[in-house]
């Protein structure tokens, strides 16, 4: 199986910062990496698929890079709706696997 | 607009069996393969199970194989998981998804396996 790991799992920001998540898989996954964001009580919404194409709908202040098995989210100008937890999930292979999650929380 | 819609969640003992039903519409389903993720109170996202566009794949999470069984049916535009042998550890939101990078989300249906 191929293990996702987050980094940070948690970090304070303030409106308006440049926030960055990373993502690493345990080995090379190409570009079969996707970003979600979740808010409490709610489904987790898709924000970037292929490691750096934006869902449609996605605002443009969300981006994702990297490949192999490295790979970044970033956020530009955090806002007060970004404020949520965030998952990778790598579909290399079955077992799809998620990272443990990034919780974005307000300073 | 892609919509799915969970079903059948609820409170079973444990041993028990559900059947979760997922309704999907806004595209076409037949051409899609689809998964299953649940999500345990307070925890993380776990893949659970997959099944391809035509059934001819299915794929299994190790923590539930031989329990859990994945179906669909094309013409109803449906995906099910039928659920024995549940266990306490089985407690956790259930959400139907489309594709291999789970690109759309239903609301979720919960199930709670308690005595």
């Known amino acids: 199986d191929i293990h996702m790991t987050q980094s940070p799992s948690s970090l304070s920001a303030s409106v308006g910062d440049r926030v960055t998540i990373s993502c690493r898989a345990s080995?090379?996954?190409?570009?079969?990496l996707a970003w979600f964001q979740q808010k409490p009580g709610k489904a987790p919404k898709s924000l970037i698929y292929?490691?750096?194409s934006l869902q449609s709908g996605v605002p443009s202040k969300f981006s994702g890079s990297g490949s192999g098995t490295d790979f970044t989210l970033t956020i530009s100008s955090l806002q007060p709706e970004d404020f949520a937890t965030y998952y990778c999930?790598?579909?290399?292979?079955?077992?799809?696997?998620f990272g443990g999650g990034t919780k974005v929380e307000i300073k | 607009e892609v919509h799915l819609v969970e079903s059948g969640g609820g409170l079973v003992q444990p041993g028990g069996s559900l059947r979760l039903s997922c309704a999907a519409s806004?595209?076409?389903?037949?051409?899609?393969?689809m998964n299953w993720v649940r999500q345990a109170p307070g925890k993380g996202l776990e893949w659970v199970s997959y099944i391809s566009s035509s059934s001819n794949t299915l794929n299994y999470a190790d923590s539930v194989k031989g329990r859990f069984t994945i179906s669909r049916d094309n013409a109803k535009s449906s995906l099910y998981l039928q659920m024995n042998s549940l266990r306490a550890e089985d407690t956790a939101v259930y959400y139907c998804a489309r594709d291999r990078s789970n690109a759309n989300w239903g609301q979720g249906t919960l199930v709670t396996v308690s005595s």
């Open positions: 080995q090379a996954i190409s570009n079969s």
């Open positions: 999930q790598q579909y290399s292979s079955y077992p799809l696997t």
């Open positions: 292929a490691a750096s």
């Open positions: 806004g595209f076409m389903f037949s051409t899609y393969n």
